[in-house]
């Protein structure tokens, strides 16, 4: 059984970064796409960056430039730097695996951007 979970959340200034990470367990790690989804206050759950098992990346727009996901697969870990973060990128943020459209999510992780 896949389980995922997120560490690296946290309160950063605006203009700050953070980096969150995805340890991946229980499957074969290469063979999931891997994606960082946000939930923000008032607001449905978003797409804002995946990697494919190529590792072709994707991200939501205003993210881009900004945000970077990667994966380590000797590692099982997915990551996705945060720079020049915005009181708007305030979210929870939630680890998802999906293969063959079966998809596993982790319990998502608080970043707060604020001064």
């Known amino acids: 059984q896949v389980q995922l979970v997120e560490s690296g959340g946290g309160s950063v200034q605006p203009g700050g970064s953070l980096t969150l990470s995805c340890k991946f367990s229980g499957g074969d790690f290469r063979a999931f796409t891997m994606a960082w989804y946000r939930r923000r206050p008032g607001q449905g759950r978003e797409l804002v960056a995946a990697?494919?098992?190529?590792?072709?990346?994707l991200y939501t727009d205003p993210v881009k430039g900004r945000f970077t996901i990667s994966r380590d697969n000797p590692e099982r870990t997915t990551t996705l730097q945060m720079t020049n973060l915005k009181p708007e990128d305030t979210a929870v943020y939630v680890c998802n695996a999906e293969l063959d459209l079966r998809e596993t999510w982790g319990q998502g992780i608080q970043v707060t951007v604020s001064s």
């Open positions: 990697i494919t098992t190529r590792e072709r990346t």
